[in-house]
């Protein structure tokens, strides 16, 4: 999962610590 953080850089990591979901995978990757 560190991979894809990285690809979306520091914006998608303060959304995870947010939502800490499985749902911010997908929505990360549309």
Same mark, same amino acid.
């Given at each position: 999962? &560190?991979?894809?953080? %990285? %690809?979306? &850089?520091?914006?998608? #990591? %303060?959304i $995870? %610590?947010? #939502? !800490?979901?499985? &749902? !911010?995978e997908? &929505? $990360?990757?549309?």
């Amino acid at each position: 999962m &560190v991979s894809d953080k %990285e %690809e979306l &850089v520091p914006i998608g #990591q %303060e959304i $995870f %610590e947010i #939502q !800490a979901l499985p &749902v !911010a995978e997908p &929505v $990360f990757k549309d």
